[in-house]
Nanobody, 129 residues
Framework: EVQVVESGGGSVQAGGSLRLSCTAS????????VGWYRQVSGDECELVSV???????HYAVSVKGRFTISQDKVKNIVYLQMDNLSPDDTAVYYC???????????????????????WGQGTQVTVSS
């Protein structure tokens, strides 16, 4: 069974940090481009960051300089380190594995859960002021 699982969400105060982790079963995460989306309104999610198998990285303007995406190829985990969090970062964060996500990062800037690749169930991040 193919499954993507996020962990590491929680509640923090503004200025704090969280690290999200993305793991997979039923396939090798490293064989895919892996991105993090967050829900912005209704079913719409915005692409926060994406990394490909060559470790090319892309960040949304709103998180650049504060968030860092990385992958541990041995453990088959992708991380999203989130620093200097603000209340505007409050959202459900989804990990998505898709073979063309990095190449299509601008076209896929906005997506709905399940619309491409493999999506996790999401993890809640809440930042209080």
């Amino acid at each position: 069974e193919v499954q993507v699982v996020e962990s590491g969400g929680g509640s923090v105060q503004a200025g704090g940090s969280l690290r999200l982790s993305c793991t997979a079963s039923g396939f090798t995460l490293n064989d895919f481009d892996v991105g993090w989306y967050r829900q912005v309104s209704g079913d719409e999610c915005e692409l926060v960051s994406v990394i490909n198998s060559w470790e090319n990285k892309h960040y949304a303007v709103s998180v650049k300089g504060r968030f860092t995406i990385s992958q541990d190829k041995v453990k088959n985990i992708v991380y999203l380190q989130m620093d200097n969090l603000s209340p505007d970062d409050t959202a459900v964060y989804y990990c998505v594995a898709d073979p063309g996500l990095y190449e299509n990062r601008y076209v896929a800037r906005i997506a709905t859960p399940g619309s491409l690749g493999y999506w996790g169930q999401g993890t809640q991040v809440t930042v209080s002021s």
